[in-house]
């Protein structure tokens, strides 16, 4: 079946260190793949996606590579920021019953100044 | 117009109460969802409209009740619930076809049974 693994938390770090949240999954094909974010008290928010081997997404200086040789899509930020304390969840969408995104367990981040 | 709006933001109810959550949505989008999302967990899908029919109920308790009124709106009734359904309710929308991948996600009701 589909899953995504995600990096476990929570992830504590100072401002402007460097990002990685691993995220794995299994699915058949080629899937979507996506980045979302919760702040607190907020719903989920869209940070990038990548539809296809190779492709990377990226937005508000987060980056995401599709890797299908290593079924990955890690998160990446250069320099990170008070601001971006958040849960961050990795999600696919399968090619079968693609309106059934699959979650990762999310993975906390808090950065402190 | 990339929102998705829902109200109320937050809900108290008794277990013998009857309400209802709404969710607007003005792109377009033919799909609408419902997920409940408990504390530290991610969400978990409740029910799928595909051009105002219900396509999706993953064995949601009956006392959870969707409506779609029109393709803009989705509500969700709620009827003697128990204190367990304390949760976030999260509405989201999305395009149908090659558009179903990107789902957005409104902010969220925070819905507490007494």
């Known amino acids: 079946g589909n899953s995504v693994t995600q990096m476990e938390g929570p992830v504590t770090l100072s401002e402007e260190a460097f990002l990685t949240i691993n995220c794995t999954y299994t699915?058949?094909?080629?899937?979507?793949l996506f980045w979302y974010v919760q702040y607190p008290g907020e719903g989920l928010q869209l940070l990038l996606k990548a539809t296809k081997a190779d492709d990377k997404g990226s937005n508000k200086g987060f980056e995401a590579t599709y890797r299908k040789e290593t079924t990955s899509f890690h998160l990446e930020k250069g320099s990170v920021q008070v601001s971006d304390s958040a849960v961050y969840f990795c999600a696919l969408s399968p090619i079968q019953g693609a309106q059934k995104l699959v979650f990762g367990q999310g993975t906390r981040l808090t950065i402190n100044p | 117009d990339t929102e998705v709006t829902q109200t109320p933001k937050h809900l108290v109810m008794g277990m013998t109460n009857k309400k209802s959550l709404k969710c607007e949505q003005h792109?377009?989008?033919?799909?609408m969802y419902w997920y409940k999302q408990k504390a530290k967990k991610p969400p978990e899908l409740m029910f799928v409209?595909?051009?105002?029919?219900?396509?999706i109920n993953e064995s949601v308790p009956s006392r959870f009740s969707p409506e779609c009124p029109n393709s803009s709106l989705l509500n969700l009734h709620l009827h003697a619930l128990q204190p367990e359904d304390s949760a976030l309710y999260l509405c989201?929308?999305?395009?149908?076809?090659?558009?179903?991948?990107?789902?957005?996600f409104g902010p969220g009701t925070r819905l507490t049974v007494l």
């Open positions: 699915a058949t094909g080629y899937p979507s």
């Open positions: 792109m377009g989008h033919r799909a």
């Open positions: 409209y595909s051009y105002e029919k219900l396509s």
């Open positions: 989201a929308s999305s395009g149908t076809g090659t558009g179903w991948k990107v789902q957005f």
